[in-house]
């Protein structure tokens, strides 16, 4: 039943595009990665309990891949933004570097 990580996949992308409006640092997080990214991460944990012998009415393998979606909606505009920031300031001082 390869096909059903589509579904787990979907509610991932649920839950990402959820906590893009309720978390605060969505403007330096991309609409498609909030999305894809907890979709990804709910699609690769269901494809490892698969692989693991886990059937499609095991409630682990569904619990686990929404809260690996969860984890990941949650841990992106937590760690982005600061990135992004540091990545910006580094480049404007690299440009008045540059002008002066």
């Not at 959820?18 to 894809?36: I, K, S």
């Not at 992004?84 to 570097?97: I, P």
Request: net charge positive; charged share 15%; proline share 6%.
């Amino acid at each position: 039943m390869p096909i059903l990580v589509i579904v787990p996949m979907v509610f991932g992308a649920a839950i990402g595009l959820v906590a893009r409006y309720l978390l605060p640092g969505r403007e330096w997080v991309g609409l498609f990665l909030n999305v894809l990214a907890p979709a990804a991460a709910a699609g690769v944990v269901w494809t490892v309990a698969a692989m693991l012998g886990a059937a499609a009415d095991n409630g682990w393998a569904w619990l686990g891949s929404l809260v690996a979606a969860l984890v990941v909606a949650v841990a992106l505009p937590k760690v982005l933004p600061q990135r992004r920031e540091r990545a910006d300031a580094a480049y404007l001082a690299e440009l008045t570097a540059r002008k002066a």
